[in-house]
């Protein structure tokens, strides 16, 4: 992409099992975008989750991280809700 925008994100988890489960919740979504404007890859590094957006513009860019990371943010809570029953 020319004239791009560019961000990578990377979050610890302290959990094995909470990073797992938010790759394979995620990793669908990184494949199969909804949207040509990004351009999305999303892996782990050891305890982090790694995620590298490359986008056309950076309204794409800011769009395409904050659904990413909303995402991540609902998927722990679920878990939470989860591991509490």
Known sequence: MSNSARANVRLKFASEKQLASLLCALTPEAEAPSTRRANIRI????????????????VALRATINTYLRW???????????KKE
Not at 43 to 58: H, M, P, Q, R
């Open 72 to 82: 991540i943010n609902s998927t722990m809570n679920v878990i939470e809700v989860v």
């Open 43 to 58: 892996e782990k590094n050891g305890e982090f989750l790694t995620i590298e957006v490359e986008a056309k513009d950076t």
